[in-house]
C-alpha cells in the first residue's frame, strides 16, 4: 500500500520576491473559500433559475481551468492532468447531476445542493480501504470550492487562525490578508498570482520570511501538508523533494544565513561611498513591530511609515489615541532620526462605510489616498491630530500620497493648518516646524514637480505606483507583471526629472519604493542625484554594503549615459553588467538579479 | 438493446486510481454506449469519475463490465484494450 500521496518530486519555478530558504509543510489557504453560504428554499417558478445559475457556475469553473491549463508551462504539462481530472470531476454526475437533482426534487439553492452532493461522495470515499484513493476527495473538494467562488464570491475567512508552522500555498493574498499572518507560525508563502512589487510581496519583505509568487499553478499542484521547499532567491518551489534534495538545501540555507548575518554584522556603519558622500539610508514599516528592525539594521531614521494597518486591524476606524499611541512609540525609538508618516494611503473600498461600500471598477485610479481622505476630512483631521501630536516626542515629517497635482496639495495643506490651529487653541503640544512632504507617484506630479517643489519641504518618490501608473502595468496582474519595469528608461527619465525639480527649489529628494532596495538600482539611483533611500529594513545591510563599497564618480561615470539607452531590456543588461563588475561577490551570492 | 458483458482482471500496479478512472471516463465519452462497473454486488455509473474510484480496485481485482447500446461491442474491445495495456502504465 503507497503512504502519503505517493507523488514524486517536481518543481514549480516563479518570481522570487523574498529571499530566504524554507523547508516545510504546506498549508493550502483557499483565501475566497466560501464557509457562510447561505441555505435557502427556491420557490416553483424559480427553480429552473436556479438550475441555470448552477450551470453557469459550472461552465465559468470550465473556463477558468482551461484557462490554467492552456496557461501551464511547458515543463509542467506533465501535471496537466490533474485539471484534466477536476475537469472530468465537474462534469461528474455524482457532483453535477447530483446536485441539479437536488436543486430540482429538494427545492434548495445551489450551493445547499453542491454542499450536500459533495458531503455525500465525501462520505462514500471516507469508507474506502484505499488511502490513495481516498484522498482523491481534495480534488472533489477543490472543484466544489470553485463553483461555490463563483456561485457566490463570498470572501471572509480568516489566515488569523492558523497555529502551526506551516509554508501558506495561496491562489493570492491580499495586504489585509497578510496582515493578519502570524509570523512566528509561518514559515513563507507561494501565491499563483501576484508579481515582484505587488503589495503581499513588500509585507513579506518586511516580515522577512521567503515568498515565491506568479506559479500560476501552485494551489492545483501542491497537496495539503506536502513537504515543500521555497527558494526564495531563485523562485523555485520543490513539491515531495527527495532526501537529497533536502540535504542540499539545508547546505544552501545554512550559507544563505551566514553570508546574510556576515553582512548585517556591519550594518551600523554610516552608508558613506568610498570618495566621502554620505547616502540616508533608511526603513519602510508597516507596522509597529517593524521598529525593532529599522534600528537592528541600522537605518538613519524611518523613511516611510505607511500607517494603514491600523485602519485595515480596527473594526471600525481607530481612534486618535490608538493612532497617537502608536506614532509615539515609533517616533521615540527612532528618535532622533526623523520618522517619515505617510497619511492614510487606502482606497474606499477598505472602509465598510455604507456611501463608499461599493466596488469600484478601477480601484487603483479610483478614491483612495488623498483623495478619500479630502473627501473624508473628519478621518483626516483624525489623523494628522495623530501625527502632530506624535511629533512632540521626536522628529516626525508628514508625507501625503497620491498627489496629482497643486489643487490637492493645496487642499491637503489647508486642511493641515487648520488642524494646526485646532491644537493651538487646545494648547496641545506639537513640532512646529515638522516637514510636510508628497510621494511622487503620479506621472501628472513628476510633469508638476517643479510646481509642486514650491509648496513643501520633500519629494520622495514611491516607485511601485510610478511604475504602475506611467507604463500602464496592473502589477498583480501575472500576464502584465513582466512589463513592470524599473529599468524602463521612461521611469529613469522622470526620476531625473523629479531630482531636478527638487534640487532647483532646495529640498530633500528621496526614493521609497522597491526600487530604492534592490541591491542593482543602487549605482543608477546616486547618479541620478538621489541621496535618501528608503526600504524595508532587511535590505538595508547589503544595501549599506554597496554603498560603502562603491564611489559616486564611478557611480556618475558608470551610469550617467544609461539616460540614453533606449529599453528597458537594453538598461537592465547594462546595469547588471556594471554592477557585477563593480560586486562580484553579491552577484556570485545571488544579490543582482540579472 | 444490445447488452454486453465481460470480467476484467484489474493488472496494472496502481490499480483504477486517479488517471485510470479518468481513461475510462474519457474511452466512454467515445461511445453512445453507457458503461457500467460492477464489483462485488455494487455496479456504478462507469462515466462517472468519482463513481468508478469509489468501486476501489487495487491491482488483481476483478470486476465485471456491462456495456448498454448500439457500440456495446466496440466499447468493450476499446475497455479491454485499456486494461490490457495496463492504462498505458509501464507496470
Redesign the interface.
Given at each position: 500500500m503507497r503512504t502519503g500521496t505517493g507523488e514524486s518530486q517536481k518543481t514549480l519555478r516563479g518570481i522570487a520576491v523574498s529571499r530566504g530558504i524554507i523547508i516545510g509543510k504546506a498549508r493550502l489557504v483557499d483565501r475566497s473559500k466560501v464557509k457562510i453560504f447561505y441555505q435557502y428554499l427556491i420557490g416553483d417558478d424559480k427553480l429552473s433559475r436556479e438550475i441555470e445559475r448552477f450551470k453557469e457556475a459550472v461552465h465559468t469553473t470550465e473556463d477558468q481551468l482551461n484557462i490554467l491549463k492552456n496557461g501551464m508551462p511547458e515543463k509542467l504539462k506533465g501535471h496537466a492532468?490533474i485539471l484534466?481530472?477536476h475537469m472530468?470531476?465537474l462534469k461528474?454526475?455524482?457532483?453535477n447531476d447530483a446536485t441539479i437533482r437536488k436543486i430540482h426534487d429538494e427545492k434548495i439553492n445551489a450551493e445547499w445542493a453542491l454542499k450536500k452532493s459533495f458531503e455525500e461522495?465525501k462520505e462514500?470515499?471516507a469508507q474506502?480501504?484505499?488511502e490513495?484513493?481516498s484522498k482523491?476527495i481534495k480534488?472533489?473538494e477543490n472543484v466544489t470550492e470553485r463553483i461555490l467562488r463563483n456561485l457566490s464570491g463570498d470572501k471572509h475567512p480568516s489566515l488569523a487562525e492558523i497555529n502551526e508552522r506551516v509554508i501558506i500555498v495561496a491562489h493570492e493574498l491580499s495586504p489585509g490578508d497578510t496582515s493578519e499572518l502570524n509570523t512566528s507560525k509561518v514559515m513563507g508563502f507561494i501565491t499563483d498570482a501576484g508579481g515582484r512589487t505587488s503589495h503581499a510581496a513588500i509585507m513579506a519583505q518586511a516580515l522577512q520570511i521567503p515568498v515565491v509568487v506568479g506559479l500560476e499553478a501552485a494551489t492545483s499542484l501542491v497537496a495539503e501538508g506536502e513537504l515543500l521547499i521555497v527558494d526564495g532567491n531563485t523562485g523555485e518551489v520543490i513539491i515531495n523533494p527527495d532526501e537529497e534534495t533536502i540535504i542540499e538545501y539545508q547546505e544552501r540555507q545554512l550559507q544563505h544565513e551566514e553570508y546574510k548575518s556576515s553582512i548585517a554584522r556591519v550594518s551600523y556603519l554610516p552608508a558613506v561611498t568610498l570618495d566621502g558622500h554620505a547616502i540616508a539610508v533608511k526603513a519602510n514599516m508597516e507596522f509597529l513591530e517593524e521598529v525593532a528592525a529599522a534600528r537592528e539594521f541600522g537605518s538613519d531614521g524611518v523613511g516611510l511609515y505607511r500607517s494603514e494597518f491600523l485602519y485595515l486591524r480596527s473594526k471600525g476606524l481607530p481612534k486618535e489615541e490608538t493612532l497617537f499611541e502608536d506614532y509615539r512609540e515609533v517616533v521615540e525609538i527612532i528618535a532622533p532620526a526623523p520618522v517619515t508618516i505617510r497619511t492614510l494611503d487606502l482606497g474606499a473600498d477598505k472602509f465598510a462605510l455604507e456611501a463608499e461600500s461599493h466596488r469600484e471598477m478601477n480601484p487603483a485610479l479610483g478614491l483612495r489616498a488623498i483623495r478619500f481622505c479630502l473627501q473624508n476630512p473628519e478621518i483626516f483631521k483624525t489623523q494628522l491630530r495623530a501625527i502632530l501630536r506624535a511629533s512632540h516626542y521626536g522628529t516626525v515629517r508628514v508625507m501625503f500620497p497620491m498627489i496629482s497635482g497643486l489643487q490637492e496639495l493645496l487642499d491637503a495643506k489647508e486642511i493641515f493648518s487648520h488642524v494646526k490651529k485646532e491644537l493651538d487653541r487646545e494648547k496641545v503640544a506639537y513640532d512646529e516646524n515638522m516637514k510636510m512632504g508628497i510621494m511622487i507617484e503620479i506621472p501628472s506630479a513628476v510633469t508638476m514637480a517643479e510646481v509642486l517643489a514650491q509648496y513643501v519641504d520633500f519629494f520622495s518618490i514611491g516607485t511601485n505606483d510610478l511604475i504602475q501608473y506611467a507604463l500602464a502595468i496592473d502589477r498583480v496582474n501575472e500576464h502584465v507583471a513582466h512589463m513592470y519595469q524599473p529599468f524602463h528608461p521612461a521611469l529613469l527619465r522622470m526620476i531625473g526629472q523629479v531630482v531636478d525639480a527638487a534640487k532647483n527649489a532646495e529640498i530633500d529628494v528621496s526614493v521609497c519604493g522597491e526600487m530604492a532596495g534592490d541591491p542593482l538600482c543602487v549605482g543608477i539611483l546616486l547618479a541620478l542625484g538621489i541621496d535618501e533611500l528608503s526600504m524595508n529594513s532587511r535590505a538595508i545591510p547589503v544595501i549599506k554594503k554597496i554603498i560603502r563599497s562603491i564611489t559616486l564618480e564611478a557611480a556618475r561615470a558608470d551610469f550617467g549615459s544609461v539616460l540614453d539607452l533606449r529599453t528597458a531590456n537594453e538598461v537592465r543588461a547594462y546595469v547588471y553588467d556594471r554592477m557585477k563588475d563593480l560586486l562580484p561577490e553579491l552577484d556570485e551570492k545571488g544579490y543582482l538579479d540579472a | 438493446m444490445d447488452e454486453v458483458v465481460g470480467k476484467i482482471k484489474i493488472n496494472n500496479d496502481l490499480g483504477v486510481h486517479a488517471r485510470a478512472a479518468a481513461k475510462i471516463v474519457a474511452l466512454g465519452n467515445k461511445f453512445e454506449s453507457r458503461l457500467y462497473l460492477k464489483k462485488g454486488d455494487r455496479e456504478v455509473d462507469g462515466s462517472s469519475i468519482l463513481a468508478i474510484l469509489t468501486l476501489s480496485c487495487p491491482k488483481g481485482t476483478e470486476i465485471a463490465a456491462r456495456i448498454v447500446g448500439k457500440d456495446s461491442a466496440a466499447f468493450m474491445a476499446g475497455l479491454r484494450e485499456l486494461v490490457e495495456r495496463k492504462f498505458g502504465e509501464a507496470k
Open positions: 492532468f484534466d481530472s472530468m470531476i461528474d454526475s455524482m457532483l461522495i462514500i470515499f474506502i480501504d484505499d490513495y484513493i482523491r480534488d472533489v | -
